[in-house]
Protein backbone atom coordinates (compact mmCIF):
# COMPACT_ATOMS: atom_id res chain seq x y z
CA UNK A 1 0.00 0.00 0.00
CA UNK A 2 1.65 3.00 -1.29
CA UNK A 3 1.98 6.34 1.52
CA UNK A 4 -1.11 8.74 1.11
CA UNK A 5 -0.88 11.67 -1.53
CA UNK A 6 -0.90 15.31 -0.67
CA UNK A 7 -1.65 16.52 -4.20
CA UNK A 8 -0.46 20.84 -4.86
CA UNK A 9 -1.66 22.41 -8.37
CA UNK A 10 -0.66 25.90 -9.60
CA UNK A 11 0.21 26.82 -13.16
CA UNK A 12 3.17 28.92 -11.95
CA UNK A 13 6.12 26.33 -12.16
CA UNK A 14 8.17 28.49 -9.98
CA UNK A 15 5.50 28.69 -7.35
CA UNK A 16 4.82 25.22 -8.13
CA UNK A 17 8.10 23.52 -7.11
CA UNK A 18 8.52 26.04 -3.81
CA UNK A 19 5.04 24.01 -2.66
CA UNK A 20 6.38 20.78 -3.31
CA UNK A 21 9.85 21.16 -2.16
CA UNK A 22 8.50 22.59 1.38
CA UNK A 23 5.93 19.92 1.73
CA UNK A 24 8.12 16.65 0.64
CA UNK A 25 10.75 18.73 3.15
CA UNK A 26 8.35 17.93 6.32
CA UNK A 27 6.25 15.42 5.26
CA UNK A 28 8.21 13.89 2.30
CA UNK A 29 9.08 10.05 4.52
CA UNK A 30 5.22 9.51 5.31
CA UNK A 31 3.15 11.16 2.01
CA UNK A 32 3.49 11.07 -1.49
CA UNK A 33 4.01 14.48 -2.81
CA UNK A 34 2.40 15.08 -6.21
CA UNK A 35 2.45 17.82 -8.49
CA UNK A 36 0.12 19.06 -11.19
CA UNK A 37 0.61 22.41 -13.59
CA UNK A 38 -3.02 22.43 -14.04
CA UNK A 39 -6.34 21.75 -12.54
CA UNK A 40 -7.16 19.20 -15.64
CA UNK A 41 -3.12 17.54 -15.07
CA UNK A 42 -4.30 17.02 -11.49
CA UNK A 43 -7.90 15.73 -12.01
CA UNK A 44 -6.10 13.47 -14.12
CA UNK A 45 -4.02 12.17 -11.27
CA UNK A 46 -6.75 12.24 -8.82
CA UNK A 47 -8.29 9.45 -11.05
CA UNK A 48 -5.32 7.28 -11.36
CA UNK A 49 -4.91 7.82 -7.86
CA UNK A 50 -8.53 6.54 -7.08
CA UNK A 51 -8.68 3.28 -8.89
CA UNK A 52 -5.28 2.08 -7.73
CA UNK A 53 -6.76 2.60 -4.36
CA UNK A 54 -4.83 4.97 -2.66
CA UNK A 55 -5.39 7.56 -0.72
CA UNK A 56 -5.36 11.46 -0.69
CA UNK A 57 -5.07 13.07 2.49
CA UNK A 58 -4.92 16.98 1.22
CA UNK A 59 -4.98 18.57 -1.73
CA UNK A 60 -3.25 22.40 -1.87
CA UNK A 61 -4.52 24.90 -4.76
CA UNK A 62 -3.48 27.61 -6.78
CA UNK A 63 -6.76 30.04 -6.64
CA UNK A 64 -5.94 31.81 -10.28
CA UNK A 65 -5.21 29.34 -12.81
CA UNK A 66 -6.11 29.20 -16.39
CA UNK A 67 -9.18 27.24 -17.31
CA UNK A 68 -9.78 25.89 -14.35
CA UNK A 69 -9.49 27.89 -11.13
CA UNK A 70 -8.76 26.77 -7.75
CA UNK A 71 -12.26 26.40 -6.14
CA UNK A 72 -13.35 24.63 -9.37
CA UNK A 73 -10.82 21.83 -9.07
CA UNK A 74 -11.04 21.70 -5.44
CA UNK A 75 -15.09 21.00 -6.31
CA UNK A 76 -13.86 18.56 -8.79
CA UNK A 77 -12.06 16.65 -6.54
CA UNK A 78 -14.37 16.71 -4.05
CA UNK A 79 -16.19 13.85 -6.22
CA UNK A 80 -13.56 12.14 -6.16
CA UNK A 81 -11.98 12.23 -2.48
CA UNK A 82 -14.44 13.54 -0.47
CA UNK A 83 -12.38 13.36 2.58
CA UNK A 84 -9.10 15.06 1.69
CA UNK A 85 -8.73 18.07 3.50
CA UNK A 86 -8.53 21.25 1.00
CA UNK A 87 -6.44 24.70 0.95
CA UNK A 88 -6.43 27.03 -1.12
CA UNK A 89 -3.60 29.39 -1.99
CA UNK A 90 -4.34 32.71 -2.79
CA UNK A 91 -2.88 36.15 -3.17
CA UNK A 92 -3.85 38.72 -0.62
CA UNK A 93 -6.35 40.69 -3.46
CA UNK A 94 -8.08 37.61 -3.66
CA UNK A 95 -9.08 37.00 -0.01
CA UNK A 96 -12.66 37.55 -0.65
CA UNK A 97 -12.70 34.66 -3.42
CA UNK A 98 -10.90 32.53 -0.45
CA UNK A 99 -13.69 33.00 1.78
CA UNK A 100 -16.67 32.18 -0.73
CA UNK A 101 -14.90 29.28 -1.50
CA UNK A 102 -15.37 28.46 2.18
CA UNK A 103 -18.93 27.89 1.63
CA UNK A 104 -18.65 26.41 -2.09
CA UNK A 105 -16.13 23.64 -1.58
CA UNK A 106 -16.07 23.89 1.97
CA UNK A 107 -12.55 24.94 2.29
CA UNK A 108 -10.44 23.80 5.49
CA UNK A 109 -8.36 26.59 4.91
CA UNK A 110 -6.91 29.26 3.20
CA UNK A 111 -3.24 30.08 2.97
CA UNK A 112 -1.81 34.01 1.80
CA UNK A 113 1.38 33.84 -0.66
CA UNK A 114 4.32 33.85 0.12
CA UNK A 115 3.57 31.40 3.46
CA UNK A 116 7.57 31.98 4.48
CA UNK A 117 9.03 30.64 6.92
CA UNK A 118 7.00 27.38 6.27
CA UNK A 119 7.39 26.55 10.10
CA UNK A 120 5.61 29.06 10.88
CA UNK A 121 2.70 29.70 8.31
CA UNK A 122 2.71 26.29 6.44
CA UNK A 123 3.11 23.42 8.36
CA UNK A 124 1.57 24.04 11.46
CA UNK A 125 -1.81 24.13 9.06
CA UNK A 126 -0.84 21.14 7.21
CA UNK A 127 -0.14 19.27 10.76
CA UNK A 128 -3.66 19.41 11.74
CA UNK A 129 -5.26 18.94 8.72
CA UNK A 130 -3.48 15.54 8.63
CA UNK A 131 -4.00 14.84 11.62
CA UNK A 132 -8.14 15.24 11.17
CA UNK A 133 -8.25 13.28 7.90
CA UNK A 134 -5.71 10.15 9.62
CA UNK A 135 -8.79 10.42 11.85
CA UNK A 136 -11.13 9.33 8.82
CA UNK A 137 -11.99 5.58 8.26
CA UNK A 138 -11.12 6.48 4.62
CA UNK A 139 -7.77 6.77 5.87
CA UNK A 140 -7.39 3.06 6.61
CA UNK A 141 -5.74 0.99 4.24
CA UNK A 142 -7.30 -0.61 0.87
CA UNK A 143 -7.01 -3.50 -0.85
CA UNK A 144 -9.27 -5.36 -3.94
CA UNK A 145 -12.72 -3.20 -4.24
CA UNK A 146 -15.95 -4.98 -5.41
CA UNK A 147 -18.61 -2.78 -6.59
CA UNK A 148 -22.05 -4.23 -7.01
CA UNK A 149 -25.68 -4.37 -6.54
CA UNK A 150 -27.02 -5.84 -3.00
CA UNK A 151 -29.09 -8.08 -4.62
CA UNK A 152 -27.43 -9.48 -7.98
CA UNK A 153 -26.55 -12.81 -7.95
CA UNK A 154 -23.03 -12.09 -10.21
CA UNK A 155 -22.14 -9.66 -7.26
CA UNK A 156 -22.47 -12.09 -5.08
CA UNK A 157 -20.50 -14.85 -7.14
CA UNK A 158 -17.61 -12.23 -7.25
CA UNK A 159 -17.80 -11.89 -3.58
CA UNK A 160 -18.22 -15.96 -2.87
CA UNK A 161 -15.09 -16.28 -4.81
CA UNK A 162 -12.77 -13.98 -3.30
CA UNK A 163 -13.47 -15.16 0.06
CA UNK A 164 -13.32 -18.53 -1.03
CA UNK A 165 -9.98 -17.77 -2.18
CA UNK A 166 -8.76 -15.94 0.90
CA UNK A 167 -8.52 -12.80 -1.09
CA UNK A 168 -9.40 -9.71 1.17
CA UNK A 169 -11.51 -7.53 -0.41
CA UNK A 170 -13.71 -4.48 0.16
CA UNK A 171 -17.31 -4.37 -0.95
CA UNK A 172 -19.00 -1.08 -1.75
CA UNK A 173 -22.78 -0.83 -3.55
CA UNK A 174 -22.90 1.11 -6.72
CA UNK A 175 -25.46 3.11 -5.41
CA UNK A 176 -23.50 4.61 -2.25
CA UNK A 177 -21.48 7.27 -2.55
CA UNK A 178 -17.62 6.01 -2.70
CA UNK A 179 -19.46 3.18 -4.93
CA UNK A 180 -20.34 5.68 -7.36
CA UNK A 181 -17.10 7.97 -7.15
CA UNK A 182 -15.13 4.55 -7.80
CA UNK A 183 -17.30 3.59 -10.85
CA UNK A 184 -16.75 7.38 -12.28
CA UNK A 185 -13.06 7.10 -11.51
CA UNK A 186 -13.16 3.97 -13.87
CA UNK A 187 -15.32 5.12 -16.50
CA UNK A 188 -18.08 2.58 -15.48
CA UNK A 189 -21.81 3.36 -14.85
CA UNK A 190 -24.03 1.18 -12.45
CA UNK A 191 -25.47 -0.82 -15.57
CA UNK A 192 -21.45 -2.59 -15.98
CA UNK A 193 -21.46 -4.22 -12.24
CA UNK A 194 -20.14 -5.83 -11.01
CA UNK A 195 -16.91 -4.37 -11.23
CA UNK A 196 -13.51 -5.00 -9.50
CA UNK A 197 -10.39 -2.76 -8.73
CA UNK A 198 -7.83 -4.72 -8.54
CA UNK A 199 -5.08 -3.85 -5.57
CA UNK A 200 -2.69 -2.22 -9.18
CA UNK A 201 -6.35 -0.03 -9.90
CA UNK A 202 -6.85 -1.65 -12.88
CA UNK A 203 -10.86 -1.86 -12.81
CA UNK A 204 -12.21 -5.14 -14.42
CA UNK A 205 -16.10 -4.75 -15.24
CA UNK A 206 -18.00 -7.91 -15.09
CA UNK A 207 -14.64 -10.19 -14.74
CA UNK A 208 -14.89 -13.61 -14.98
CA UNK A 209 -13.36 -16.34 -12.22
CA UNK A 210 -9.73 -17.05 -14.59
CA UNK A 211 -9.69 -13.15 -14.94
CA UNK A 212 -10.15 -12.57 -11.27
CA UNK A 213 -7.99 -15.30 -10.22
CA UNK A 214 -5.12 -14.03 -12.66
CA UNK A 215 -5.73 -10.42 -11.23
CA UNK A 216 -5.65 -11.02 -7.62
CA UNK A 217 -2.69 -13.31 -7.42
CA UNK A 218 -3.98 -16.79 -7.98
CA UNK A 219 -2.09 -18.72 -9.82
CA UNK A 220 -3.97 -19.88 -13.41
CA UNK A 221 -1.37 -21.01 -15.48
CA UNK A 222 0.95 -24.26 -14.97
CA UNK A 223 4.75 -23.84 -15.12
CA UNK A 224 5.44 -26.75 -16.84
CA UNK A 225 3.68 -29.23 -19.66
CA UNK A 226 4.49 -32.28 -17.85
CA UNK A 227 4.06 -33.70 -13.95
CA UNK A 228 4.24 -36.84 -12.58
CA UNK A 229 1.18 -36.06 -10.89
CA UNK A 230 -1.78 -34.10 -11.65
CA UNK A 231 -4.03 -33.38 -8.62
CA UNK A 232 -7.89 -32.39 -10.35
CA UNK A 233 -10.13 -30.75 -7.70
CA UNK A 234 -8.57 -28.54 -4.34
CA UNK A 235 -10.87 -30.54 -1.46
CA UNK A 236 -9.67 -32.03 1.15
CA UNK A 237 -8.53 -35.33 -0.90
CA UNK A 238 -6.94 -32.85 -3.33
CA UNK A 239 -4.86 -31.09 -1.09
CA UNK A 240 -3.94 -34.22 0.85
CA UNK A 241 -2.72 -35.32 -2.21
CA UNK A 242 -0.82 -32.63 -3.43
CA UNK A 243 0.87 -32.06 -0.44
CA UNK A 244 1.84 -36.18 0.11
CA UNK A 245 2.68 -35.89 -3.18
CA UNK A 246 4.86 -32.81 -3.66
CA UNK A 247 6.85 -33.96 0.41
CA UNK A 248 7.66 -36.98 -1.55
CA UNK A 249 9.13 -35.71 -4.54
CA UNK A 250 6.77 -35.77 -7.25
CA UNK A 251 6.55 -32.55 -9.72
CA UNK A 252 2.95 -31.79 -8.51
CA UNK A 253 0.29 -29.51 -9.99
CA UNK A 254 -3.05 -28.99 -8.18
CA UNK A 255 -5.95 -27.97 -10.66
CA UNK A 256 -8.67 -26.58 -8.97
CA UNK A 257 -12.20 -25.29 -10.65
CA UNK A 258 -13.26 -22.69 -7.85
CA UNK A 259 -11.30 -22.42 -4.97
CA UNK A 260 -9.15 -24.71 -2.85
CA UNK A 261 -10.92 -26.36 0.62
CA UNK A 262 -13.97 -27.64 -1.85
CA UNK A 263 -17.29 -28.73 0.54
CA UNK A 264 -15.01 -28.58 3.26
CA UNK A 265 -13.64 -24.96 2.91
CA UNK A 266 -17.42 -24.03 3.54
CA UNK A 267 -18.43 -25.99 6.33
CA UNK A 268 -18.13 -22.68 9.47
CA UNK A 269 -16.86 -25.35 11.66
CA UNK A 270 -15.25 -29.12 11.63
CA UNK A 271 -15.22 -29.99 15.50
CA UNK A 272 -14.59 -33.79 14.12
CA UNK A 273 -11.29 -33.87 12.33
CA UNK A 274 -8.50 -35.16 14.38
CA UNK A 275 -5.52 -32.62 16.25
CA UNK A 276 -8.28 -29.82 16.74
CA UNK A 277 -10.27 -30.66 19.75
CA UNK A 278 -11.87 -26.69 19.49
CA UNK A 279 -12.70 -27.27 15.98
CA UNK A 280 -11.38 -25.89 13.02
CA UNK A 281 -13.07 -23.57 10.07
CA UNK A 282 -13.38 -24.92 7.00
CA UNK A 283 -11.84 -22.08 5.36
CA UNK A 284 -8.62 -21.97 8.15
CA UNK A 285 -8.23 -25.64 7.10
CA UNK A 286 -8.11 -25.19 3.80
CA UNK A 287 -5.51 -22.23 4.11
CA UNK A 288 -2.77 -24.40 5.98
CA UNK A 289 -2.97 -27.18 3.86
CA UNK A 290 -2.86 -24.79 0.90
CA UNK A 291 0.35 -23.14 2.20
CA UNK A 292 1.41 -26.86 3.48
CA UNK A 293 1.18 -27.75 0.24
CA UNK A 294 3.00 -24.75 -1.57
CA UNK A 295 5.91 -25.16 1.02
CA UNK A 296 6.69 -28.30 -0.32
CA UNK A 297 6.74 -27.47 -4.34
CA UNK A 298 3.47 -27.92 -5.32
CA UNK A 299 1.52 -26.10 -8.24
CA UNK A 300 -1.85 -24.44 -7.26
CA UNK A 301 -4.00 -23.23 -10.32
CA UNK A 302 -7.55 -21.62 -9.32
CA UNK A 303 -10.58 -20.96 -11.85
CA UNK A 304 -9.20 -24.06 -14.24
CA UNK A 305 -11.88 -26.53 -15.17
CA UNK A 306 -10.74 -29.94 -16.42
CA UNK A 307 -13.45 -30.96 -18.57
CA UNK A 308 -11.61 -33.99 -20.42
CA UNK A 309 -9.17 -36.80 -19.76
CA UNK A 310 -7.24 -39.05 -22.58
CA UNK A 311 -4.87 -41.82 -22.09
CA UNK A 312 -2.32 -41.34 -24.81
CA UNK A 313 0.10 -44.98 -24.46
CA UNK A 314 1.48 -44.56 -21.03
CA UNK A 315 0.82 -41.00 -20.77
CA UNK A 316 -2.30 -38.77 -19.22
CA UNK A 317 -4.13 -35.98 -21.21
CA UNK A 318 -5.99 -33.38 -18.95
CA UNK A 319 -7.96 -30.93 -21.06
CA UNK A 320 -9.07 -27.23 -19.73
CA UNK A 321 -12.07 -25.57 -20.61
CA UNK A 322 -9.89 -23.01 -22.84
CA UNK A 323 -8.84 -25.92 -24.95
CA UNK A 324 -5.43 -25.79 -23.41
CA UNK A 325 -3.63 -28.62 -21.69
CA UNK A 326 -1.61 -30.90 -19.32
CA UNK A 327 0.04 -34.14 -19.50
CA UNK A 328 1.07 -36.42 -16.81
CA UNK A 329 2.44 -39.73 -15.54
CA UNK A 330 -0.75 -40.00 -13.17
CA UNK A 331 -3.70 -38.24 -12.42
CA UNK A 332 -5.94 -38.41 -9.18
CA UNK A 333 -9.53 -37.20 -9.80
CA UNK A 334 -10.66 -35.96 -6.26
CA UNK A 335 -13.33 -33.70 -7.57
CA UNK A 336 -15.78 -34.55 -4.88
CA UNK A 337 -19.56 -33.76 -5.46
CA UNK A 338 -21.45 -31.02 -5.74
CA UNK A 339 -24.75 -29.95 -3.78
CA UNK A 340 -28.37 -31.42 -5.79
CA UNK A 341 -30.60 -27.72 -6.43
CA UNK A 342 -33.67 -27.70 -5.07
CA UNK A 343 -36.10 -27.85 -8.21
CA UNK A 344 -39.29 -25.96 -6.37
CA UNK A 345 -40.79 -23.57 -8.66
CA UNK A 346 -39.76 -19.86 -8.51
CA UNK A 347 -36.29 -20.53 -6.55
CA UNK A 348 -33.71 -21.30 -9.82
CA UNK A 349 -34.39 -17.80 -10.92
CA UNK A 350 -33.23 -16.15 -6.86
CA UNK A 351 -30.23 -18.25 -6.45
CA UNK A 352 -27.35 -16.20 -4.89
CA UNK A 353 -30.74 -13.60 -4.24
CA UNK A 354 -31.82 -14.54 -0.98
CA UNK A 355 -31.33 -18.90 -2.18
CA UNK A 356 -28.14 -20.02 -1.61
CA UNK A 357 -26.33 -23.69 -2.20
CA UNK A 358 -23.86 -24.13 0.98
CA UNK A 359 -23.70 -21.88 3.83
CA UNK A 360 -22.40 -18.81 1.57
CA UNK A 361 -21.00 -17.16 4.81
CA UNK A 362 -20.32 -13.94 2.89
CA UNK A 363 -23.80 -13.33 3.75
CA UNK A 364 -23.95 -14.01 7.48
CA UNK A 365 -23.75 -10.19 8.83
CA UNK A 366 -26.09 -9.41 6.21
CA UNK A 367 -29.02 -12.03 8.19
CA UNK A 368 -28.14 -9.82 11.04
CA UNK A 369 -31.90 -9.68 13.15
CA UNK A 370 -34.06 -11.80 10.46
CA UNK A 371 -35.45 -15.13 9.85
CA UNK A 372 -32.95 -17.49 7.99
CA UNK A 373 -34.47 -21.03 6.37
CA UNK A 374 -32.02 -23.56 5.66
CA UNK A 375 -33.14 -26.79 4.29
CA UNK A 376 -31.39 -29.98 5.07
CA UNK A 377 -31.11 -32.62 7.66
CA UNK A 378 -26.95 -33.48 7.84
CA UNK A 379 -24.75 -32.31 9.36
CA UNK A 380 -23.37 -29.78 7.15
CA UNK A 381 -27.23 -28.29 7.19
CA UNK A 382 -26.76 -29.10 11.18
CA UNK A 383 -23.70 -26.67 10.96
CA UNK A 384 -25.31 -23.82 9.06
CA UNK A 385 -27.87 -23.44 11.69
CA UNK A 386 -25.81 -23.55 14.74
CA UNK A 387 -23.33 -20.62 12.56
CA UNK A 388 -26.17 -18.82 11.45
CA UNK A 389 -27.84 -18.62 15.01
CA UNK A 390 -25.44 -16.18 16.19
CA UNK A 391 -26.44 -13.48 13.22
CA UNK A 392 -30.24 -14.13 12.77
CA UNK A 393 -32.78 -13.44 15.11
CA UNK A 394 -34.30 -17.07 13.96
CA UNK A 395 -32.92 -20.18 12.62
CA UNK A 396 -35.90 -22.21 11.28
CA UNK A 397 -34.31 -25.36 10.12
CA UNK A 398 -37.03 -27.44 7.73
CA UNK A 399 -36.37 -31.37 7.51
CA UNK A 400 -38.04 -33.95 5.27
CA UNK A 401 -38.17 -36.74 7.76
CA UNK A 402 -39.81 -36.86 11.29
CA UNK A 403 -36.28 -35.77 13.38
CA UNK A 404 -32.83 -35.18 13.06
CA UNK A 405 -31.49 -38.93 14.99
CA UNK A 406 -31.07 -40.30 11.29
CA UNK A 407 -28.89 -37.75 9.59
CA UNK A 408 -27.49 -35.56 12.09
CA UNK A 409 -24.50 -36.51 13.91
CA UNK A 410 -25.17 -36.60 18.02
CA UNK A 411 -22.80 -33.98 19.14
CA UNK A 412 -25.06 -31.98 16.48
CA UNK A 413 -28.24 -31.99 17.71
CA UNK A 414 -26.87 -31.39 21.04
CA UNK A 415 -25.61 -28.31 20.15
CA UNK A 416 -28.62 -27.02 18.36
CA UNK A 417 -30.97 -28.02 21.10
CA UNK A 418 -29.54 -25.76 23.42
CA UNK A 419 -29.69 -22.89 21.43
CA UNK A 420 -32.95 -21.17 21.58
CA UNK A 421 -33.19 -19.45 18.03
CA UNK A 422 -32.93 -22.20 15.90
CA UNK A 423 -36.34 -23.84 15.69
CA UNK A 424 -36.45 -27.48 13.69
CA UNK A 425 -39.27 -28.13 11.54
CA UNK A 426 -40.01 -31.92 10.97
CA UNK A 427 -41.84 -33.07 7.93
CA UNK A 428 -41.33 -30.00 6.41
CA UNK A 429 -40.41 -29.29 2.36
CA UNK A 430 -40.31 -26.20 0.51
CA UNK A 431 -42.35 -26.05 -2.18
CA UNK A 432 -42.03 -22.79 -3.71
CA UNK A 433 -40.26 -19.63 -3.62
CA UNK A 434 -40.93 -15.84 -5.04
CA UNK A 435 -39.71 -12.45 -5.27
CA UNK A 436 -38.90 -9.74 -7.73
CA UNK A 437 -35.22 -8.80 -6.50
CA UNK A 438 -35.13 -11.09 -3.66
CA UNK A 439 -36.23 -13.47 -1.94
CA UNK A 440 -39.86 -12.44 -0.60
CA UNK A 441 -41.55 -15.37 0.51
CA UNK A 442 -41.30 -19.28 0.76
CA UNK A 443 -43.70 -21.87 0.12
CA UNK A 444 -43.26 -24.88 3.23
CA UNK A 445 -45.64 -28.05 2.89
CA UNK A 446 -45.99 -30.21 5.61
CA UNK A 447 -45.20 -33.34 3.96
CA UNK A 448 -47.41 -35.65 5.93
CA UNK A 449 -51.05 -33.85 5.34
CA UNK A 450 -49.64 -31.96 2.13
CA UNK A 451 -50.80 -28.42 3.95
CA UNK A 452 -48.98 -25.40 2.71
CA UNK A 453 -48.26 -22.05 4.59
CA UNK A 454 -46.53 -19.37 2.90
CA UNK A 455 -44.09 -17.58 5.24
CA UNK A 456 -42.33 -14.10 4.49
CA UNK A 457 -38.59 -14.66 4.11
CA UNK A 458 -35.45 -13.44 2.50
CA UNK A 459 -32.75 -16.11 3.48
CA UNK A 460 -33.18 -19.71 2.26
CA UNK A 461 -29.36 -21.99 2.52
CA UNK A 462 -30.00 -25.60 0.89
CA UNK A 463 -28.21 -28.25 1.91
CA UNK A 464 -30.16 -31.38 0.36
CA UNK A 465 -27.02 -34.08 -0.03
CA UNK A 466 -24.78 -34.01 -3.20
CA UNK A 467 -23.98 -35.69 -6.35
CA UNK A 468 -20.38 -36.10 -8.18
CA UNK A 469 -20.47 -33.81 -11.45
CA UNK A 470 -18.34 -36.54 -13.19
CA UNK A 471 -20.01 -36.25 -17.25
CA UNK A 472 -16.46 -35.55 -18.43
CA UNK A 473 -15.07 -38.94 -17.65
CA UNK A 474 -18.26 -41.00 -18.78
CA UNK A 475 -15.70 -43.09 -21.76
CA UNK A 476 -12.56 -42.16 -19.89
CA UNK A 477 -13.06 -43.97 -16.32
CA UNK A 478 -15.83 -46.98 -15.11
CA UNK A 479 -18.54 -44.83 -12.83
CA UNK A 480 -21.30 -46.28 -10.97
CA UNK A 481 -25.10 -45.46 -11.67
CA UNK A 482 -25.20 -42.40 -9.95
CA UNK A 483 -21.98 -41.22 -11.39
CA UNK A 484 -18.88 -42.02 -8.26
CA UNK A 485 -16.07 -43.50 -9.96
CA UNK A 486 -15.27 -47.20 -9.27
CA UNK A 487 -11.61 -48.34 -7.84
CA UNK A 488 -10.28 -51.44 -6.68
CA UNK A 489 -11.76 -54.51 -6.33
CA UNK A 490 -15.44 -52.57 -7.16
CA UNK A 491 -14.08 -52.82 -10.44
CA UNK A 492 -13.66 -56.64 -11.08
CA UNK A 493 -16.68 -58.59 -11.55
CA UNK A 494 -16.75 -62.27 -11.15
CA UNK A 495 -12.90 -62.51 -10.77
CA UNK A 496 -12.67 -60.76 -13.94
CA UNK A 497 -10.64 -57.83 -14.53
CA UNK A 498 -12.35 -54.24 -15.98
CA UNK A 499 -13.26 -54.06 -19.85
CA UNK A 500 -10.03 -52.25 -21.66
CA UNK A 501 -7.43 -53.19 -18.90
CA UNK A 502 -4.05 -54.31 -20.10
CA UNK A 503 -2.43 -54.80 -17.44
CA UNK A 504 -0.79 -58.37 -16.04
CA UNK A 505 -2.15 -57.11 -12.40
CA UNK A 506 -5.48 -55.81 -10.73
CA UNK A 507 -6.31 -52.64 -10.20
CA UNK A 508 -4.47 -51.15 -7.11
CA UNK A 509 -7.01 -50.47 -4.64
CA UNK A 510 -7.80 -46.69 -5.21
CA UNK A 511 -6.73 -47.01 -8.88
CA UNK A 512 -9.81 -46.81 -11.60
CA UNK A 513 -10.47 -48.56 -14.62
CA UNK A 514 -7.39 -46.38 -16.07
CA UNK A 515 -4.01 -47.52 -14.89
CA UNK A 516 -2.29 -44.70 -13.62
CA UNK A 517 -5.73 -42.93 -12.66
CA UNK A 518 -6.62 -42.82 -9.07
CA UNK A 519 -9.97 -41.66 -7.25
CA UNK A 520 -9.60 -40.09 -4.23
CA UNK A 521 -12.56 -39.03 -1.58
CA UNK A 522 -16.12 -37.99 -2.18
CA UNK A 523 -16.06 -38.81 -5.76
CA UNK A 524 -14.88 -42.31 -5.46
CA UNK A 525 -17.66 -44.63 -5.26
CA UNK A 526 -18.68 -45.99 -1.69
CA UNK A 527 -16.19 -43.70 0.05
CA UNK A 528 -16.99 -42.50 3.51
CA UNK A 529 -17.86 -39.02 2.97
CA UNK A 530 -15.87 -37.29 5.79
CA UNK A 531 -12.87 -34.68 5.94
CA UNK A 532 -10.64 -37.33 7.35
CA UNK A 533 -11.19 -39.70 4.92
CA UNK A 534 -10.77 -37.96 1.84
CA UNK A 535 -7.20 -36.48 3.49
CA UNK A 536 -6.34 -40.22 3.85
CA UNK A 537 -7.28 -41.46 0.38
CA UNK A 538 -5.23 -38.39 -0.84
CA UNK A 539 -1.94 -39.54 1.19
CA UNK A 540 -2.77 -43.39 -0.11
CA UNK A 541 -3.17 -42.35 -3.29
CA UNK A 542 0.62 -40.98 -3.58
CA UNK A 543 1.40 -44.02 -2.56
CA UNK A 544 -0.37 -45.90 -4.92
CA UNK A 545 1.26 -43.64 -7.47
CA UNK A 546 4.45 -44.47 -6.68
CA UNK A 547 4.44 -47.94 -6.98
CA UNK A 548 2.63 -47.87 -10.55
CA UNK A 549 5.32 -45.49 -11.24
CA UNK A 550 8.00 -47.92 -10.07
CA UNK A 551 6.38 -50.76 -12.46
CA UNK A 552 6.40 -48.70 -15.63
C1 LIG B 1 -21.06 -27.48 4.83
C2 LIG B 1 -20.34 -28.81 5.02
C3 LIG B 1 -19.88 -29.16 6.27
C4 LIG B 1 -19.16 -30.36 6.44
N1 LIG B 1 -18.71 -30.67 7.68
C5 LIG B 1 -17.96 -31.76 7.86
C6 LIG B 1 -17.41 -32.07 9.15
O1 LIG B 1 -17.63 -31.34 10.12
N2 LIG B 1 -16.65 -33.16 9.26
C7 LIG B 1 -16.38 -33.99 8.21
O2 LIG B 1 -15.62 -34.94 8.37
N3 LIG B 1 -16.91 -33.75 6.99
C8 LIG B 1 -17.68 -32.67 6.79
N4 LIG B 1 -18.23 -32.41 5.56
C9 LIG B 1 -17.94 -33.33 4.46
C10 LIG B 1 -16.55 -33.05 3.88
O3 LIG B 1 -16.38 -31.67 3.70
C11 LIG B 1 -16.35 -33.78 2.57
O4 LIG B 1 -16.47 -35.16 2.80
C12 LIG B 1 -14.97 -33.48 1.98
O5 LIG B 1 -14.85 -32.10 1.70
C13 LIG B 1 -14.75 -34.27 0.71
O6 LIG B 1 -13.51 -33.87 0.18
P1 LIG B 1 -13.15 -34.07 -1.36
O7 LIG B 1 -11.80 -33.47 -1.52
O8 LIG B 1 -13.33 -35.49 -1.73
O9 LIG B 1 -14.23 -33.26 -2.20
P2 LIG B 1 -14.72 -31.76 -2.16
O10 LIG B 1 -14.55 -31.18 -0.82
O11 LIG B 1 -16.10 -31.83 -2.74
O12 LIG B 1 -13.75 -31.01 -3.16
C14 LIG B 1 -13.76 -31.24 -4.54
C15 LIG B 1 -13.16 -30.06 -5.26
O13 LIG B 1 -12.99 -30.38 -6.63
C16 LIG B 1 -13.30 -29.25 -7.44
N5 LIG B 1 -13.66 -29.74 -8.76
C17 LIG B 1 -14.74 -30.49 -9.08
N6 LIG B 1 -14.72 -30.78 -10.40
C18 LIG B 1 -13.61 -30.20 -10.91
C19 LIG B 1 -13.06 -30.14 -12.22
N7 LIG B 1 -13.62 -30.77 -13.24
N8 LIG B 1 -11.92 -29.42 -12.41
C20 LIG B 1 -11.30 -28.79 -11.37
N9 LIG B 1 -11.81 -28.83 -10.10
C21 LIG B 1 -12.93 -29.53 -9.87
C22 LIG B 1 -14.44 -28.61 -6.68
O14 LIG B 1 -14.57 -27.22 -7.04
C23 LIG B 1 -14.03 -28.81 -5.23
O15 LIG B 1 -13.28 -27.73 -4.75
C24 LIG B 1 -18.95 -31.23 5.35
C25 LIG B 1 -19.44 -30.89 4.08
C26 LIG B 1 -20.14 -29.69 3.92
C27 LIG B 1 -20.66 -29.33 2.57
Same mark, same amino acid.
Given at each position: ??????????????????????????????????????????????????????????? +????????????????????????????? +??????????????????????????????????? @????????????????? @????????????????????????????????????????????????????? @?????????????????????????????????????????????????????????????????????Q?????????????????????????????????????????????????????????????????????????VSYRQLSAPGLA?LT??GVFYGSA??????????EVYIVGGANSAGQAAVYFA????RVHLLVRGPDLHRSMSH?LIEQIE?I??IEVHPHSEVVGG?????L?QLVICDNRAGQQRTV?A?WLFVFIGAE??????????????R??????????????????????????????????????????????K???????????????????????
Open positions: MANPVILTVDDDPAVSRAVARDVRRRYGDRYRVVRASSGEEALTALREIKLRGDQVAVL +LADYRMPQMNGIEFLEAAMDLFPTARRVL +LTAYADTNAAIDAINVVDLDHYLLKPWHPPEEKLY @PVLDSLLEAWAATPEAA @PDEVRVIGHRWSAPSFEIRDFLARNLVPYRWLLADEPEGGRLLTAAGADPADV @PVVITVDGSALVKPTEAELADRCGLSTTPAADFYDLVVVGGGPAGLGAAVYGASEGLRTVLVERQATGGAGQSSRIENYLGFPDGVSGSQLADRARRQALKFGAELLTARDVIGLEAAGATRLLRFSDGSSIAAHTVVLATGDGRSTEAPNCAGQRHARYRDNEGTDHEKSPRTDWLADVVARDAGYVLTGLDLSSDGRRPAGWSLPRDPYPLESSLPGVFAAGDVRADSIRVASAVGEGAMVVSLAHQYLAAQ
